[in-house]
């Protein structure tokens, strides 16, 4: 059988020479601006600034539609953003509340994205802003990566046994109605990838697209997001038939795999959703479940019978989201382990996601594809899926990944994203075409088909690795360099955390255990978050001179602004004395049963020249061994970039094989000393543990599930609170912790953006919490609604996360 990567690679080298592909913007009225308000007209459009009860309203009407993003448009005023905007149905104006006071004397207002406006940023790195534009044809890489990793024993994208069948169902535009869009209509389409002559029941894996323009024009070669179904005189965009080379790899090993549309949704989400479309994303994977269930019950749609009667384990199924569906996959999980019967959700991958609200998903195989030169979601917040979920169950039995793909953007992953073969009107993300690590022209850009077998390589890879058990797959994940042929010359950093029961932790660093020794001339400090805007979680922050860009741990979830991420600890030393010392207590002293001894490290991003730490493993005779952290891991040398959002902090796995710790008893480690090795420097540090990798495997409706509850109080004449619920959907025999996020909206917000923690106590249903509500005695107004957002909880997963306040004024009118 050809292999279906290199067809695709024949076909971009033909496409790609001619003229790449475009969306024109349609130009938008002007507007003026309104009776006793700030207004100035941009480069963005028009805008004004309204003073109103509790600070400014600022309204921006655009002078053509926003490209059509996986990231949510922001207002920024001077450049420096504000937060996230609601977006109008027609996708013309934007507009947020504020209580920030320099907004009343802003001199420009624009749009931002993922915390920092284009203008601002283009500044500050000494050029002009470029603008979304069509990409020349990327040139050819040169060969070659750094260093030697041993390749793993299986190619993943090399193609199976099997011949491949492609089909596709389709039930129509209006098929269902979301309740994650307000009732608003949805297709149920798909393409579908049959290995011919595989018996029995096949394991299954269903692929859900991301946020793209629904609809397009072919004769004018214009896009629309902003109705569906299409305009008169516009097609449907097929992002769903672009992931034809896991596909295809996937089914020719016996896999079933189903490609679903969601144009739909794409369509509504921004103005219409609580959660820009995770829930309603989710809803189109369940439906899809549901049908596919039935067909292979024989019963419903006669197409689908046909196709799928007697052939799928529902008790076997794969889920990758790109994007927006990343998110979409996450919730669609989420959502399976709350029902009484839940289908047998085995691994979920997250392809360049978006992480808007901080679920986490503990008990289920997952693996994080972050690509480097993401021009889209730039932040990269999907990490936030890895470091959340890394400590929200004691006894979690899955394993976890996160990888960063180098010199790849955010749509090349699919070809109906990627100009020159895409069927539709399609663009390179990374818009400057200039930047020296990212740009078109830039060696250490991947080319379109080189980035496509990539995502064929570690898509395949993970779903071979967790529902087919091939081992040989593993070191592809797991952090231990292994490569693979079919991925060419991309340099893919992977971080790992082993299943609970394959791993000692011996530092976790989320705090700083009394029994750890900080002597010399270090100075070490939990930090978490960064911008200080977690203020309640008592914690400094981290990444103090990074912006949102670039540091995708600790970048503010846009449901979750306040909430502090990703504990981590600083450690500095100003000579090689300085030293943290970690203890292992006499009980777990005998580490003889794991393969290595691993961390996640990444220098402080103040930190100049060489920088490195040398990790002493310590027996309880005073045999010791020293390893440098260069020796073993290129962990702490800077990744590439000039200018945000490059280049990244990120942690990057440390692995130390305890065959190499020759002298020392695996059976009696009495501590573990690390220290500067160098004359001054300063990193992050997290994980410390002794780890055997495995898969493991998928156990997620054994928690329980938390919601919060809405509420409607008044709102009073001075400071007051709202008592609101959180609830399980079963008891706990451990305590669930769950942080809470208000968000300060409206045109007189009473209620302030801010974070708390609630504790739901052991054996309890649930728990209140209280909210500030400043209330005043001012004319009456008409009843605000505030979000009320649950995350990041311990010990369950999130349910219902998104909730409102609804506060009325008891003041006479």
């Known amino acids: 059988m050809p292999s279906p990567v290199r067809a695709w690679t024949k076909a971009l080298a033909a496409a790609v020479t001619a003229a790449t592909l475009s969306t024109p913007l349609l130009a938008g009225p002007a507007y003026a601006a309104p009776p006793g308000s700030i207004g100035s007209s941009g480069e963005d459009g028009a805008w004004t600034v309204e003073p109103v009860g509790g600070g400014h309203r600022v309204t921006l009407h655009l002078n053509e539609p926003l490209p059509v993003r996986d990231a949510v448009p922001e207002l920024a005023a001077d450049g420096r953003s504000l937060g996230p905007a609601e977006e109008s149905p027609d996708g013309m104006t934007l507009t947020l509340v504020t209580p920030d006071p320099a907004v009343a004397t802003a001199s420009s207002v624009g749009v931002a994205w993922n915390g920092e406006a284009p203008e601002a940023a283009a500044a500050a790195a000494g050029r002009t802003a470029p603008k979304p534009g069509n990409p020349p044809a990327d040139p050819p890489g040169k060969p070659g990566k750094p260093g030697k990793p041993d390749p793993a024993p299986v190619d993943p994208a090399t193609p199976g046994p099997y011949a491949v069948t492609h089909d596709e169902y389709d039930l129509g535009d ?3 109605a979301l309740e994650g869009l307000g009732g608003r209509p949805a297709e149920i389409r798909a393409k579908v990838y049959l290995p011919d002559g595989a018996r029995g029941k096949r394991p299954l894996v269903v692929f859900l697209h991301g946020r793209h323009s629904a609809c397009y024009n072919p004769t004018a070669w214009t896009t629309s997001n902003t109705q569906w179904p299409c305009p008169a005189g516009q097609q449907p965009i097929a992002s769903y038939q672009g992931y034809d080379g896991p596909a295809d790899v996937l089914a020719s090993h016996g896999y079933v795999v189903v490609s679903v549309s969601a144009n739909g949704v794409n369509a509504a989400d921004n103005p219409y959703s609580e959660d820009r479309g995770a829930l309603a994303r989710g809803e189109v994977v369940m439906r899809h479940l549901d049908l596919l269930a039935d067909a292979d019950r024989g019963v419903g749609d006669a197409k689908l019978v046909s196709l799928f009667k007697g052939r799928l384990d529902m008790a076997d199924v794969g889920l990758m989201g790109h994007s927006r569906g990343g998110e979409g996959v996450v919730k669609a999980a989420l959502m399976n382990a709350g029902r009484a019967k839940p289908y047998g959700i085995k691994a979920v991958l997250p392809l360049a996601p978006t992480d808007f609200a901080r679920a986490t998903l503990p008990g289920t195989p997952m693996a994080v594809i972050l690509p480097y030169c993401d021009g889209d979601v730039s932040n990269q917040q999907g990490q936030h899926f890895y470091d959340d979920s890394r400590y929200a169950e004691d006894d979690d039995p899955a394993f976890r990944s996160s990888l960063m793909v180098m010199g790849a953007d955010h749509n090349f992953f699919n070809t109906e994203w990627t100009p020159g073969v895409a069927h539709a009107p399609a ?40 529902q087919g058990g091939e081992q040989g797959l593993l070191p592809l994940f797991d952090g231990s360099g292994g490569t693979t042929a079919s991925a060419g010359r991309a340099v893919v950093h992977a971080v790992a955390q082993a299943p609970a029961g394959k791993r000692f932790d011996v530092a976790s660093f989320t705090s700083l255990a009394p029994s750890t020794r900080v002597t010399g001339s270090a100075v070490a400090v939990v930090c978490a978050g960064m911008l200080d805007r977690s203020p309640q979680s008592g914690l400094p922050s981290c990444a103090s001179t990074l912006t949102t860009s670039q540091a995708p741990s600790w970048t503010p979830a846009t449901y979750a602004n306040n909430v502090a991420s990703t504990p981590v600890l600083r450690f500095s030393w100003s000579d090689p004395t300085g030293t943290v010392t970690v203890p292992l207590d006499k009980r777990d002293q005998n580490v003889s049963r794991y393969d290595a001894l691993t961390f996640r490290t990444a220098r402080d991003e103040t930190a100049t020249g060489d920088v490195d730490l040398a990790v002493e493993i310590v027996d309880k005779h005073g045999a010791s061994r020293t390893v440098k952290v260069s020796e073993v891991s290129d962990a702490l040398t800077a990744f590439p970039g000039t200018a945000s959002p490059l280049p990244k902090t990120w942690l990057r796995t440390v692995r130390v094989p305890l065959s190499s710790l020759t002298g020392v008893k695996p059976q009696q480690i009495s501590e573990i000393r690390i220290s500067g090795a ?23 409706d054994r928690l329980p599930q938390v919601s919060v509850e809405g509420a409607t109080v008044d709102e009073g004449d001075g400071p007051g609170t709202a008592t609101m619920t959180v609830r399980l959907s079963k008891k706990s025999a451990t305590p669930v912790t769950v942080q809470i996020q208000t968000i300060a909206t409206g045109g007189s917000p009473v209620v302030a953006s801010a974070a708390q923690e609630v504790v739901i106590p052991a054996g309890s249903p649930q728990a209140t919490f209280q909210v500030p509500v400043n209330g005043d005695a001012a004319v009456a107004s008409a009843p605000q609604s ?4 649950a995350s990041v909880p311990v010990n369950a997963t999130i349910g219902n996360g998104f909730a409102r306040l609804v506060v009325t004024d008891d003041d006479a009118v």
């Open 174 to 176: 209006t098929a269902i």
């Open 427 to 466: 663009s390179d993300d990374w818009s400057n075409r200039n930047d020296p690590v990212c740009g078109g022209t830039a060696p250490s850009r991947l080319t379109a088909a080189e980035q496509y077998a990539v995502g064929t390589a570690y898509i395949a890879g993970f779903f071979r690795l967790v």
């Open 678 to 700: 160098t004359e001054t420097g300063a990193v992050y540090l997290a994980d410390v543990a002794f780890t055997t990798e495995a898969a493991g495997e998928a156990r997620t």
């Open 786 to 789: 505030y979000q009320v957002v």
